[in-house]
């Protein structure tokens, strides 16, 4: 059954990779919940991102990672669940600025089922400045490899 889900999990990022690299206008609706996930996809989006703010708004919690990842990942893992369309998930910040928590979230997201991960990159609303670039870079870099290491 795993070898299954991974298969299908592989099919679905070489789909969101491939809809990167065409002439056509990629659009990418944002979903907070199963249903509307689901409306996007029948209507013929062919990949769906998740809203963070969206997502916590619809259980009744303000944005800025005051949902726990585990909040969010449960609504992740049942549109990835219940999708043909690949999903691609916004995690806040990825929840930490530690390393090796970092790593330990991206897996999860990545088992979760998602394709790709968004995370921000400002300090929060309200027109609060960007990361330093460095630390972004940084970041992401934990990010992608933790990925990569999952094959």
Known sequence: M?????ENQRKKVKQFRDLHFTDDVLIVPNAWDLV????FEA?????VATTSAGV??????QDCERMTIDDNLSVVKRMCNSLNVPVSA????????????LRENA???????????NI???????????????FQ??????????????D
């Open 2 to 6: 795993e070898t299954n889900l991974k």
């Open 36 to 39: 509307s996930a689901k409306l």
């Open 43 to 47: 209507e013929g989006f062919k990949c």
């Open 56 to 61: 916590a708004n619809a259980m009744g919690i």
């Open 90 to 101: 916004d995690v806040e910040a990825c929840y930490t600025n530690d390393g090796d928590e």
């Open 107 to 117: 897996e999860q997201i990545i088992n979760s089922g998602a394709v790709g991960i």
């Open 120 to 134: 921000e990159d400002s300090l929060g609303l309200n027109g609060k400045p960007l990361h330093n670039a460095d």
């Open 137 to 150: 870079a940084d970041k992401l870099h934990t990010i992608r490899k933790s990925i990569s290491d999952l």
